[in-house]
Nanobody, 122 residues
Framework: QVQLVESGGGLVQAGGSPRLSCAAS????????MGWYRQAPGKQRELVAS???????VYADSVKGRFTISRDNPKNTVYLQMSSLKPEDTAVYYC????????????????WGQGTLVTVSE
């Protein structure tokens, strides 16, 4: 059973620089894109950042220059280094990964972590 387990959330002061981690565990063939989404109260889930298996990142405009996504492929782990946090960054942050259980395209699907709450206080 494949699982994504996040860590690193919590209460942070504005301007802080926490790091989120997400590790994939279980039995699988390979991992393609990994990323982070967030959902603030009363809002839809939105992409924060994603990264390809080759390390190419994509960022939402709202976090460009403040957040950095990276991954450690041998550890099946993706990170989100956040900095210059603002109260509007308060949200539940979800890890996302496209994981294959085998080489055939039909065996690839999207997985989600359980979410980790980041609360930014002024």
């Amino acid at each position: 059973q494949v699982q994504l387990v996040e860590s690193g959330g919590g209460l942070v002061q504005a301007g802080g620089s926490p790091r989120l981690s997400c590790a994939a565990s279980g039995s699988f063939f390979d991992i393609n894109d990994m990323g982070w989404y967030r959902q603030a109260p009363g809002k839809q889930r939105e992409l924060v950042a994603s990264i390809t298996s080759g390390g190419s990142p994509v960022y939402a405009d709202s976090v460009k220059g403040r957040f950095t996504i990276s991954r450690d492929n041998p550890k099946n782990t993706v990170y989100l280094q956040m900095s210059s946090l603002k109260p509007e960054d308060t949200a539940v942050y979800y890890c996302n990964a496209y994981i294959g259980l085998g080489w055939h395209p039909a065996r690839w699907s999207e997985y989600w972590g359980q979410g980790t709450l980041v609360t930014v206080s002024e």
